[in-house]
């Protein structure tokens, strides 16, 4: 008998149906507002967290190391692990696929 509510419980427990993220992975992307139509949605990217901020809104060190916009980074925990950036046409050239595989690899 214990071991079929066990079992019933196991079955009809909820599981989390939403994404699972590791707040250890963060992947930032920076972009300038007057380059925000070359933005790239990294929304679904999964196990990690997105952050996304504003070039103009950076302290003066940050905005000093960035040559070109957009940039992603790829954290984990306060080490950078991976970036892309932007060539002169400040458009990223980087897929989604590319950027999952870092994290899923972390």
Not at 5 to 16: D, K, N, Q, R, Y
Not at 30 to 53: E, P, T
Not at 76 to 88: F, P, Y
């Amino acid at each position: 008998m214990r071991a079929l509510i066990v079992l019933a419980f196991l079955l009809f427990t909820p599981t989390s149906l939403g994404k699972v993220e590791n707040s250890d992975i963060t992947v930032l992307h920076i972009n300038a507002f007057w380059n925000k139509h070359h933005d790239i949605n990294l929304n679904s990217l999964r196990g990690c967290r997105v952050q996304y901020g504003l070039l103009e809104r950076q302290s003066n060190e940050l905005k000093n190391q960035i040559k070109y916009v957009p940039i992603v980074v790829v954290y984990k925990g306060n080490k950078a692990v991976r970036q892309w950036s932007a060539d002169l046409s400040f458009r990223l050239n980087v897929d989604l696929e590319e950027i999952q595989q870092v994290i899923d690899k972390l």
